[in-house]
């Protein structure tokens, strides 16, 4: 079966069958990611502006989490971003990019800065487990080894990704054409799953993605976001960062993300969570889900800290499914970076 052929099944990777595909090895193409291209003798400055991480000291061996927020400092945009020697790419999810670029197109003004969409021009596929690491020096002799580290040849961009399931986890992107080209020995020494597969890898990693319905309902450390090095407070100014920067200082953090299991298998990202504590108003909402095993979800989660704490919290309303927290794979610690 040749990449073309395998994007155009609908049929996800049985999810019974996730667990032991990600700790062996497999190779997933991420279709819900849109980038865009930054380029200009401005670019650098412009970005470093606008974002909540820091791009001016940003090297080329390297890639960096931001948030892209509203001046109310609520996250308009979740993005994966790194430099080539010329350029910039921002990544994000495709329901987001191209409002996301119109809006940053508009405070460029008078700076040397281009945004292009380049999703059609490039493929991204996330690759892990076991035998990762060795199928992938076939093009990339030298791996990234630090968590987002980075690799620039001619067969494309490496990433090294947070770990998942303690294994190691890439994403490799590149031109449509040579993933084309090398497509029929990716699949032979990886299993080529549906995206479901790392969607659940990463929520399972702590990582949260905004999208288009989760837009705007979340300050950056709602979502654990200056605990996985998406957020620099010693840089500038950028749009929301004094409600950044206050949420951070001024007292303990009232509400956090957590991971949870629920047993329905029909959970989407912007639902609502009711604790038993006040059965009235939601306590929370849905980041991300996905399917996992038979009649389950696995979840990003935001809410209060005191209802995880000392509550039953339940989706969509006080009698519905419960939550079933589990342990982040990270210290929930302040971070003042």
Known sequence: MNLQQFLMQETATPISDDITV???????????????????????????NQLTNDVEHLGVNEARLAAYCSP????LASMFFWKTNEDIFLQMSSTLQSAIQKRL??????????????????CVVGLGGETAGTVLRQWFPQLPIDTYGKVDNAFGTLIRMADAFGQARYQWITKTKILDDNWPILQQQLTPVNDNVWRFAEIMAGIPHIIDVTQEKFVP????????GGVNFKKGCYPGQEIVARSQYLGKLKRRMS??????????????????????????MIVNATAHGVGESVCLVELKVADQETGSVHLGNAAGA???FLPLPYPMLDVTQ
């Open 322 to 324: 419960t939550l079933r």
């Open 105 to 122: 197109q508009m405070f460029v003004m008078r700076a040397k800065v281009q945004l292009v969409n380049v999703s059609s021009d490039y």
């Open 259 to 284: 991971i949870a299991v629920i047993r329905s298998s029909d959970v989407q990202a912007g639902m609502d969570v009711f604790s038993e504590n006040d059965i009235t108003q939601p306590c929370g």
């Open 72 to 75: 109310k400092g609520r996250i």
């Open 22 to 48: 990600i700790k062996k090895g497999f190779i997933a193409p991420l279709r819900d990611l849109g980038l865009t291209q930054v380029t200009g003798d401005d670019a650098v400055n412009f970005l470093h």
């Open 221 to 228: 450390q709602m979502v654990n976001f200056e605990l996985i």
